[in-house]
């Protein structure tokens, strides 16, 4: 029986396998799904349809940087437990991803699982091959890439790729003149995770909400509301001074903004940096991470 297009795809919504694989699956039992779904399931190639639900929000971040600065990319993929983050296999997957974002054209993340990966299709069908194998769920989750005229890139991986932060400086000087001075700025991106470059980079509707608590705040502290005008503005300077990059205190030296220290190395090279962009990934943020009990998770483990 002739294998087609449409068989492959019932195949691959069915068990999340590769398409490859769903393929030879069909081609294997003359176009019988029910033993095509079987033969994957022989194959450990349908696991990962079990695997789907569940919630993967460990995993790593990488980063790579070529061409003197000029190009960079990171990538987020998550897993199940820390246990499959440190697995060589995914820790090899995830630097792969990292490679191929670099040179991508996607825009997004959809479009970037359908890239090419080599050897297994696309980056989709690898990542089903990866869950198959690991006996995990893992989710290729974001991915950013960085390359602009007279942009200087500079990366730094905290905890072993627990987080990872790329930062963009417009200069004239070289990758060699101004990686000091880009991990630190990393660094401090890292440790004190700024919302925004600086104030003109900020978000109005971030803005009126935090001024609206604010105003809150100051009320239910007592103050009178005639004198809201007067220490409001006050109040939100000090908050844009926490949540903006280059006004934030430097990490290394509390005496200096983060702004004074990128200009300080910039008078000293007798070139002008200034901090054009950046990117901060922490594994698992903003995921809902499931809670369970330990003596439950192992019972289920033993099939109890």
């Known amino acids: 029986m002739a294998v087609t297009a449409a068989m492959v795809k019932e195949l691959r919504e069915r068990t999340q396998a590769g398409m490859m694989d769903c393929k030879k699956a069909l081609t294997e039992t003359d176009g019988d799904m029910d033993k095509a779904i079987e033969y994957l399931r022989e194959k450990g190639l349908a696991k990962a349809a079990k695997k ?6 460990e995993g790593l971040v990488n980063i790579v940087i070529e061409d003197g600065g ?3 990319a990171i990538v987020e993929v998550n897993s199940e437990t820390d246990f499959v983050a440190k697995n060589e296999e995914f820790k090899n997957f995830v630097s792969d991803l990292a490679g191929l974002a670099l040179n991508t054209k996607a825009q997004n993340i959809e479009a970037f699982l359908k ?3 080599p050897g297994e299709g696309t980056v989709e069908e690898a990542l089903q091959n ?5 006996g995990e769920n893992m989710n290729v989750r974001r991915f950013a ?3 602009k005229p007279g942009v200087v890139n500079v990366g730094y991986l905290h905890g072993g790729g627990k987080i990872g932060v790329i930062v963009g400086l417009e200069t004239e000087a070289s990758y060699d003149q101004i990686e000091t001075v880009g991990k630190d700025v990393a660094m401090q991106i890292a440790s004190m995770s700024p919302k925004f470059l600086d104030e003109s980079d900020v978000d109005p509707a971030w803005l009126e909400e935090e001024k609206k608590i604010a105003i809150q705040q100051l009320l239910n502290e007592g103050k009178p509301e005639k004198m809201l005008e007067r220490i409001i503005p006050g109040k939100m300077k000090a908050i844009l001074k926490e949540v903006c990059l280059v006004d934030q205190k430097f990490v290394k030296n509390g005496d200096l903004t983060v702004q004074q220290y990128v200009d300080s190395v910039a008078k000293e090279l007798g070139k002008d940096i200034k901090i054009a962009s950046m990117v901060r990934y922490e594994v698992g943020e903003g995921i809902e991470k499931a809670e369970e009990n330990f003596a439950e998770e192992v019972a289920k483990q033993m099939g109890n």
Do not use: D, H, L, V
């Open 52 to 57: 789907a639900g569940r919630i993967a929000s």
């Open 70 to 72: 000029k190009k960079a």
């Open 115 to 117: 890239e090419a990966y």
């Open 130 to 134: 990866k869950i198959a194998k690991i």
């Open 145 to 147: 890439r960085f390359e």
